[in-house]
């Protein structure tokens, strides 16, 4: 059973950071892909980011050249750098382990 903990949303002004962090328990974490989903009030969650195990990136459109994910595999921990935040990144931003193991959230709200 894989246990999740996401810390580090918040509320940010425009054009600020914030850096996301996931911290997984109970699960093979080194040969996992760990992913970052956001859902928007209103709208489906939708995949932000994912590593795989080699350290592979793959973004959405939407916030490529902006967010950065990475992982420690030693800390059992994947990481979210979110810049150049804009207002339509509000979103509660979820923890993904492999195919479908989610955390409990993080809020991020993003407004001036």
């Known amino acids: 059973q894989v246990h999740l903990v996401e810390s580090g949303g918040g509320l940010v002004q425009p054009g600020g950071s914030l850096r996301l962090s996931c911290a997984a328990s109970?699960?093979?974490?080194?040969?996992?892909?760990m992913a970052w989903d956001r859902q928007a009030p209103g709208k489906e969650r939708e995949l932000v980011a994912q590593?795989?195990?080699?350290?592979?990136?793959t973004y959405a459109d939407s916030v490529k050249g902006r967010f950065t994910i990475s992982r420690v595999n030693a800390q059992k921990t994947v990481f979210l750098q979110m810049n150049s935040l804009k207002p339509e990144d509000t979103a509660v931003y979820y923890c993904?382990?492999?195919?479908?193991?989610w955390g409990q959230g993080t809020q991020v709200t993003v407004s001036s």
């Open positions: 590593i795989s195990s080699g350290g592979i990136t």
């Open positions: 993904r382990f492999g195919g479908g193991s």
């Open positions: 109970g699960g093979i974490f080194s040969i996992v892909t």
